[in-house]
């Protein structure tokens, strides 16, 4: 038995021991190393669903995670015991259409941990030990701690966003959200060679910490007016979720421009101006997870290309979960919040 956080229904989080999955041949057993709590978990946790995702039965949440081998299967070469290693939590089926086109990340029959995207939901990454195939883990030897090759994910989002926004040589980015994943997508912008990287919010520490991963220009979006925000950007990512900040998006961007959804919008919907984007000649693109990616953002921080220590804000041991999930939903004292085995 391993010690697990499981969200059995909205605001219901416990602790409980459940079973650790036998290892076959080609599994590998790890130890949490690190493991970020991310939008969608405290999605679960405070609402029982995220978008179309609602929670059936109880779920382990996490999908940000780096850990360390413990066993392995009698056929696994890729890595051994001791090793640290980065975790995958896409595992796309790679025979669907989408998969044999490269978009593993749109696979038809995808399992992605810690989500109730299928049913039996796929159990996530918050617990002492699991057991996972060895294709979903990247070994790691360079000097980087557990906490920042968790990130690896999260970063991915930000690589795909950007990815999806196409050319950004000197152009003008707006980031509509200044927390894990609007942070994620200023450091790709920047890897992608744009002149100025603007991010906008409605609180100062998410502002504070999007200025120490490269943002050019910080907005209170709360505080700007329509006029001070139109036509400010070439391409605009909408990283916080929010309604409010799609239509920032929507007036910022110049005519002929792109903006990129890669936040998650509330389940009831939303008006949608389709009229000004035909006559503008946007472009309004959705960036879901992520494919190659996450290869891409393990070589960046393994290398150190990409700092994400400013967006790490505390670790607490899995007996703390409700703490954690409590600290990590409040962004006035947090970006993001790690829980590690205790």
């Known amino acids: 038995m391993t010690l697990a956080c499981r969200i059995h229904a909205a605001k219901d989080l416990r602790l409980d021991d459940v079973p650790t999955p036998a290892l076959g ?18 999605h679960y946790f405070g609402h029982g669903r995220v978008g179309a995702f609602v929670l059936r039965e109880p779920l382990i949440p996490g999908h940000e995670a780096a850990g ?14 001791g090793d640290k290693v980065a975790v995958n939590p896409s595992h796309p089926c790679r025979h669907c259409d989408y998969c044999l086109g490269g978009r593993f990340n749109l696979c038809r029959s995808m399992f992605f941990l810690g989500s109730a995207s299928v049913f039996p939901h796929a159990q996530g990454l918050f617990r002492e030990r699991f057991v996972l195939g060895e294709a979903q883990l990247t ?6 701690t557990l906490g920042e090759l968790a990130c690896a994910e999260p970063l991915s989002i ?13 152009r003008t980015v707006l980031v509509t959200g200044g927390g894990t994943i609007g942070s994620m997508c200023v450091i790709a912008a920047r890897l992608a060679g744009a002149a100025e990287v603007i991010v906008c919010d409605i609180a100062e520490r998410p502002l504070a910490i999007a200025r120490q991963v490269g943002a050019d220009r910080l907005i209170r979006s709360d505080g700007a007016d329509a006029a001070s925000l139109a ?24 005519r002929g421009g792109r903006i990129v959804q890669v936040g998650t919008l509330p389940a009831e919907g939303l008006h949608f101006p389709a009229n000004s984007i035909m006559a503008r000649e ?10 190659h990616a996450f290869d891409w953002a393990v070589q960046y921080l393994r290398t150190r290309r990409v700092d994400v220590r400013p967006l790490l804000s505390a670790q607490l041991p899995l007996s703390r979960a409700a ?9 006035s004292r947090s970006t993001k919040v790690q829980l590690v085995a205790d």
């Open 158 to 170: 930000g690589l795909h966003a950007v990815h999806r926004a196409g050319v950004l040589t000197g």
């Open 231 to 254: 036509d400010i950007a070439d391409i605009a990512i909408e990283a916080a979720g929010s309604p409010a900040a799609l239509a920032t998006c929507l007036a910022a961007t110049r």
């Open 68 to 81: 360390i081998v413990e066993r392995i299967g009698p056929s696994v070469t890729r890595v051994k015991p």
């Open 323 to 331: 703490e954690a999930f409590e600290l990590a939903a409040d962004r």
């Open 282 to 291: 946007l472009d309004y693109v959705g960036a879901f997870r992520a494919a």
């Open 139 to 144: 070994p790691v030897h360079e000097d980087i």
């Open 25 to 42: 041949e080609h599994e590998v057993e790890l130890r949490l190393g690190a493991g970020g709590i991310c939008g969608s978990d405290l």
